[in-house]
Structures are given as structure tokens and as C-alpha cells.
């Protein structure tokens, strides 16, 4: 896994999916970052411009700041 990135309420990280279908994991640092971020996500998920959201996982003792799996969309910021 490598990081695509961090903040001060989470980091991203790259995955796969079990097909090979790369995705970005954001685990969260703080308790309630996610599940405020999982909201709008799945509001907009799929819209232009915001990744598909395929898993919310909510705050628990493997994931204490929550997790949320998405689709990919390309490059970060910083490589542009």
C-alpha cells in the first residue's frame, strides 16, 4: 500500500479491490472525521467530479476513526 496522502483528520492510502480494480482507502485519525465525510459522499457519490463511494466502515476497535473505500478518480493534486 502506498500513501497518496495526509491530512490532519486522515490519510489515503492505495488499494485493490479482489478483481484488481485499484481504489483510495481513508482511514481516519480522528474520531468522527469519516462518518461527517461518508454523508456528503454518499450524496454525491458517482457525481461528476467525486469518487463512487463502495464501503463505509463506521468507527470501531479495527478502525477507530472510521475507514471509507472509494473509487479512484486519477492523479492527486500534487502530481498535477
Partial sequence: QDRLGEGT???VL???LPG???VAVK???KRGAISREAAVLS????????PLL???EHEGSATPGG?????VL????EDL
Avoid: D, I, K, N
Avoid at 43 to 50: E, N, P, T
Avoid at 67 to 71: A, D, H, K
Fill in 9 to 11: 483528520q486522515s490519510e
Fill in 14 to 16: 492505495s488499494g485493490y
Fill in 20 to 22: 484488481g480494480a485499484p
Fill in 27 to 29: 482511514l481516519g485519525l
Fill in 43 to 50: 450524496a454525491l457519490s458517482g457525481r461528476v467530479g467525486f
Fill in 54 to 56: 463502495l464501503h463505509h
Fill in 67 to 71: 475507514c471509507l473505500v472509494m473509487e
Fill in 74 to 77: 486519477g492523479p492527486s493534486l
